[in-house]
């Protein structure tokens, strides 16, 4: 592939939930982890250099109370020239929260983000693609608090909807129109395949995740691929967890390296930020 032609393809947008490996959604409250077993930072940096090496820019879905904890981050992150969006505060599924508490998550991560970096997000995910299922609200809200676009709802069953289209789509609500820039998944007749991220981005073979990106592209459509950070440290510590539980919030102790590394040789990569600016919007 020519550099010519590399520019004409529709970006992959690397994206990274940027928050630590107890973070993990539905277990009741969190027990207090100590500091020194913290490894956000670490693992950042790890991406970072990552991403540096192959002249790559990605978008940082920042948990609030990491960037709270741990101020460096954040500016260490904004000054690579990646892009700060939002993962909200306390990494609280959205269908366990009501509207005031989704705003109030939402402005409190917004204010830390903007102090530390001086620009506001204007990107969210929510954790655990957790979109209440009457989600007029959480897109009003964002609408409200001057979010462009949105990559929470995942295509995919149990933790998606499956029947959600695959490719950025236009959200109309009465207050305004939000983009969904959904990750990539992979169709097949069992169904649609979690190549995009997680334990799936890990699990699945290289050749697989590299044929979905380039059907992404012959749709004209970019390839969203979503990591953690604790996903480039397989041998990190985890929470005891039922073994289902502990699969698919954790996946197999493989490092996310090897697979990141081959794409980003391959394809050309863009923020999530400047997709939207670029991508057309029905109405």
């Known amino acids: 592939?020519?550099?010519?032609?590399?520019t004409a393809l529709p970006?992959?947008?690397?994206?990274?939930d940027v928050e630590d490996w107890f973070h993990v959604c539905g277990i009741g409250v969190p027990q207090p982890v100590a500091r020194n077993m913290w490894r956000t930072k670490a693992?950042?940096?790890?991406?970072?250099?990552?991403?540096?090496s192959y002249q790559c820019k990605a978008t940082f879905f920042m948990l609030g109370s990491v960037a709270e904890s741990e101020p460096d981050i954040?500016?260490?992150i904004a000054a690579k020239g990646h892009e700060i969006a939002s993962h909200g505060y306390s990494h609280t599924l959205l269908t366990d929260m009501n509207q005031d508490a989704f705003r109030d998550e939402l402005i409190r991560t917004e204010q830390i983000l903007t102090k530390q970096v001086g620009v506001r997000p204007i990107g969210f995910r929510a954790p655990q693609w957790s979109v209440p299922g009457n989600s007029t609200w959480m897109d009003e809200i964002l609408i409200e608090c001057g979010y462009h676009y949105d990559s929470s709802r995942n295509p995919l069953p149990f933790v998606g909807d499956s029947s959600?289209?695959?490719?950025?789509?236009?959200?109309?609500?009465?207050r305004g129109t939000l983009l969904e820039l959904p990750p990539m998944v992979t169709p097949t007749i069992f169904g649609n395949l979690p190549t995009g991220g997680g334990w799936g981005f890990r699990f699945f073979p290289i050749k697989l995740i590299e044929a979905t990106v380039r059907k992404y592209h012959r749709a004209k459509a970019p390839a969203v691929l979503y990591?953690?950070?604790r996903e480039l440290d397989p041998d990190g510590p985890r929470l005891k967890l039922p073994p289902l539980k502990s699969f698919v919030s954790y996946g197999s102790r493989k490092d996310a390296v090897p697979q990141?590394?081959?794409l980003l040789e391959q394809f050309r990569c863009s923020t999530l930020s400047?997709?939207?600016?670029?991508w057309p919007r029905t109405y």
């Open 260 to 262: 990141l590394s081959m």
């Open 74 to 76: 954040a500016p260490m």
């Open 11 to 16: 970006p992959v947008a690397i994206t990274i």
């Open 164 to 174: 959600l289209p695959l490719h950025p789509y236009t959200i109309t609500t009465s």
């Open 43 to 52: 693992n950042i940096i790890k991406i970072l250099a990552l991403l540096d």
């Open 274 to 278: 400047e997709i939207a600016a670029s």
């Open 227 to 229: 990591i953690h950070p």
């Open 1 to 6: 592939m020519t550099p010519s032609d590399a």
